[in-house]
């Protein structure tokens, strides 16, 4: 593969949204970030210059990276920030991927401006499993906040308060005609009758997620997380932060503008935004121009059934050309809670507190506390005060999971890690339960893709759920939805020696504690070891 080369200048600049305007972190001084462009096998380096404030890193959502964890980016877990005033150049390795991937930053809530996407394109002499399109869109959804996004993580690490709603959606930086100050600047997408356009659709957004649909025009998936997949036909797709989806649309109706737009998928009863972003599929040429201009129909924010309709659709392509190798001998079961619960703050001692109690976020009833040392770098110098292998892999409390309502389970809190040997096989059920406050979850991990065999409402049975896994043509992906009171069953082997992050992709959960690192030990051999760590990695406070 080829080598290419990125600069990404990390710094505040001004945007105007909303009727006001406001500093913000970008790269490059673009919202959304900009692109990188590479083919698969390709090795892409990106010198990191941090010329903002504070200390920021970069993650490259959805690359394997293999036995290079010292790139991977989030904070704490492979590395400390880079400290402003610095650079770190990363090495970003194609190795399987083929799509639509993206990267972001991976410290405090920074990704909220800090992101773009990653498009690998088919290695020469290969194509698209698909007719080539006649054009091609990367579609952001991202979310606005008027405010410092800085003050809003500070709020929400404080407050522990559930939720955190942002001020608009954005689609390609832009909330669209329906916001304030907003129709000028609308994103539009001009297409020629006739012909189809590849959509690289990405969930950018903190917390939440999206419904997305064109108006009056049909939608075709052909990939997501950076794989393909048998063809989805639909109106509408559900994406969850962290998720990408590449979509197919024929330009062949008679109007000259639809509106494309994405609404939320709350599934819950709190106060989430319930805002829509539009951007305007505009055909060239003479088409009658409808007023107003059509809207899709999206399902309602509440509507489980339509989410979940969609995605049970996913089916690898699982073809000759792109053959896939599903996990069957398992060797390591994980059984793990996914929570909103309690932690204990014994008079008044956690800051934003009345009770005593404060929420956070858990697996298997751990709320993650990220350590001063990174746990990568610790890990490799033996230095075993910032962290402990001792996660439980299975809940330390059995109950009805998604029964019990009105529990008070406190949740401990520690760097707790599972450690795996090189090459165990490993199926990992996520199981959601109702403590405090029952909800949707975009569960994620770093360093690997995975096939997701299995998912469905309620408690996991271990007895009878898995007579219906597909074992044939699950899809392989990097984030999944796990909905709400059910369970979702993923596999992988792992064979990437490193440190990797697995966490709710909702900002605010994952700042609360709903993570863990996994560690893959070195195999006997160099192939199967890490590699080395690089002369300059960010320095860490006590290094
Ligand atoms: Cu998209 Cu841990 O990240
Ligand atoms: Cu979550």
């Not at 990939?223 to 393909?228: A, C, I, L, Q, R």
């Not at 989430?272 to 059509?294: C, E, K, R």
């Amino acid at each position: 593969g080829a080598i290419r080369h990125y600069d990404f200048v990390v710094k505040e600049s001004n945007f105007s949204r909303l009727c006001s305007s406001k500093s913000m972190l970008t790269v490059n001084d673009s919202f959304p970030g900009p692109e990188i462009h590479a083919q698969k096998g390709d090795t892409v380096f990106v010198n990191v210059r941090n010329q903002g404030t504070y200390g920021i890193t970069i993650h490259w959502h959805g690359v394997k990276m293999p036995r290079n964890p010292w790139s991977d980016g989030p904070e704490y877990v492979t590395q400390c920030p880079i400290p402003a005033g610095t650079n770190f150049t990363q090495e970003i390795n194609f190795s399987t991927e083929e799509g639509t991937l993206w990267w972001h930053a991976h410290s405090d809530w920074s990704r909220a401006t800090v992101h773009g996407a990653i498009i690998v394109y088919p290695a020469n002499g290969t194509s698209y499993p698909y007719p080539k399109p006649y054009g091609e869109q990367t579609i952001v959804l991202a979310s606005w906040y008027k405010a410092d996004v800085m003050e809003v993580y500070e709020e929400a690490v404080a407050s522990g308060a559930e939720f955190n709603t942002s001020d608009a959606f954005t689609i390609n930086g832009q909330p669209g005609a329906l916001f304030d100050c907003s129709t000028g600047t609308t994103f539009r997408l001009a297409v020629k009758k006739g012909e189809t356009y590849l959509l690289r659709i990405i969930n950018a957004i903190l917390n939440e997620e999206l419904f997305f649909g064109i108006a009056q025009h049909n939608l075709t998936v052909v990939g997501t997380d950076g794989f393909y997949t048998k063809p989805i036909y639909t109106e509408y797709i559900m994406i969850t932060p962290g998720q990408t989806m590449d979509v197919l649309v024929t330009a062949n109706q008679p109007a000259s503008y639809y509106y494309m737009a994405a609404s939320p998928f709350s599934n819950s009863e709190a106060p989430f935004d319930n805002a829509t972003t539009t951007a305007i599929l505009q055909y060239m040429g003479n088409q009658s121009a409808p007023s107003p201009i059509p809207l899709p129909t999206l399902p309602g924010t509440n509507d489980s059934t339509a989410a979940s309709n969609f995605t049970t659709k996913f089916r690898s392509l699982a073809n000759s050309a792109h053959p896939i190798s599903v996990p069957k001998n398992i060797t390591k079961h994980i059984l793990m809670t996914v929570s909103v619960n309690l932690i204990f703050c014994p008079n008044d001692s956690c800051s934003g507190t009345t009770d005593g109690d404060r929420l956070a976020a858990s697996l298997n009833n751990q709320s993650f506390v990220f350590p001063e040392t990174d746990i990568l770098e610790a890990y490799t110098r033996n230095n075993f005060s910032e962290f402990t292998t001792d996660f439980p892999l299975e809940p330390p409390i059995y109950f009805n999971f998604t029964g019990d309502v009105n529990v008070t389970v406190y949740a401990g809190q520690g760097t707790k890690v599972i450690e795996l040997e090189y090459g165990e096989v490993v199926e990992l059920v996520y199981q959601g339960t109702n403590l405090g406050n029952a909800q949707n979850h975009p569960m994620h991990l770093h360093g690997f893709s995975f096939f997701l065999v299995g998912t469905g409402l309620g408690n996991f049975n271990n007895q009878t759920d898995p007579d219906n896994y597909n074992l044939i043509d699950p899809p392989e992906v990097n984030t999944i939805q796990l909905p709400k009171n059910g369970w979702s069953a993923i596999r992988f082997v792992a064979d990437n020696p490193g440190v990797w992050f697995l966490h709710c992709h909702y900002e605010r959960h994952t700042t609360w504690g709903m993570a863990v690192a996994i560690i893959v030990k070195n195999g006997g051999t160099t192939n199967t070891s890490m590699r080395p760590r690089p002369a300059y990695m960010p320095p860490c406070p006590n290094s």
